[in-house]
């Protein structure tokens, strides 16, 4: 127990010296703003995942088949993209790599903008779900997950994907039987599935007045975080280089 807390609280507060500097804290806030916007999308778009692609498969699948609540064209536009924003993240990896603090201060710059034309929409659109407002968010949404998580990749940063918990889930159970009794950063992987989950928690309870505010919520965190990385990340910092 005390080496779970310790490990949770050097990933909340890094030292000076940690290799990985302030970027395990931003990536926890953006693994809560996948929770938030996954709840946008599973529960007010139609079943249908912008950040969690594993899901969108299935349910492609399921759609295919003739599964009633699910929609095909959701999930092939999601994916799209997706996968669009992913192509985007890892050129923007390729070209800002060499600093990674500011590789990800202006991922989430970028996915702030997304988001803002996201919240826009759904604020023209009076919190509604007609088809055009629908697809639109879907689209938006995408793009800024699949950058989030093509970022994210390239920070490689153990055990902080912000978009996918099932190695991190794996990690905690198979690695409890080490010798010592206990797994590799396991304060850090308690606090990614917590993070996804208060996101979520939060989406849902959001939800109930509406979209955007959920929407706002998620593009708050982008925007406090990017400013505060940009801030702290100067030039010749040692935990900014690529791993």
Same mark, same amino acid.
């Given at each position: 127990?005390?080496?779970?807390?310790?490990?949770?609280?050097?990933?909340?507060?890094?030292?000076?010296?940690?290799?990985?500097?302030?970027?395990?804290?931003?990536?926890?806030?953006?693994?809560?703003?996948?929770?938030l916007v996954d709840a946008v999308s599973y529960l007010g778009l139609g079943h249908v995942f912008v950040a969690n692609m594993t899901g969108n498969v299935v349910f492609l699948g399921f759609a295919l088949a003739g599964a009633g609540g699910l929609s095909a064209l959701a999930s092939v536009v999601s994916l799209a993209a997706f996968l669009t924003g992913a192509v985007a993240g890892g050129r923007f990896g390729v070209r800002f790599g060499g600093h990674r603090g500011r590789l990800l201060a202006g991922a989430?710059?970028?996915?702030?903008?997304? %988001?803002? &034309? /996201? !919240?826009?929409? *759904? @604020?023209?659109?009076?919190? #509604?779900?007609?088809?055009?407002?629908?697809?639109?968010?879907?689209?938006?949404?995408?793009?800024?997950?699949?950058?989030?998580?093509?970022?994210?990749?390239?920070l490689g940063v153990p055990d902080l994907t912000t978009t996918v918990l099932t190695l991190t889930l794996t990690g905690i159970a198979a690695d409890s039987g080490t010798s010592r009794g206990a797994?590799?950063?396991?304060?850090?992987?308690?606090?990614?599935?917590?993070?996804? %989950?208060? &996101? /979520? !928690?939060?989406? *849902? @309870?959001?939800?109930?007045? #509406?979209?955007?505010?959920?929407l706002a919520v998620a593009l708050t965190l982008l925007v406090a975080g990017a400013v505060a990385l940009w801030r702290l990340s100067v030039p010749g910092t040692v935990w900014a280089r690529a791993p």
């Open positions: 127990m005390r080496a779970l807390l310790a490990d949770a609280a050097r990933t909340l507060v890094p030292s000076k010296g940690d290799r990985h500097g302030p970027l395990p804290p931003l990536m926890l806030a953006l693994t809560v703003v996948t929770g989430m710059a970028v996915q702030a903008v997304l %988001f803002a &034309g /996201a !919240l826009g929409t *759904a @604020l023209a659109g009076h919190d #509604g779900t007609t088809a055009a407002v629908r697809y639109t968010l879907i689209v938006l949404l995408g793009l800024g997950m699949g950058l989030q998580n093509a970022v994210a990749r390239r797994a590799p950063r396991p304060g850090r992987r308690i606090l990614s599935v917590l993070a996804m %989950f208060l &996101g /979520a !928690l939060a989406g *849902a @309870l959001l939800l109930k007045v #509406g979209v955007s505010l959920v």
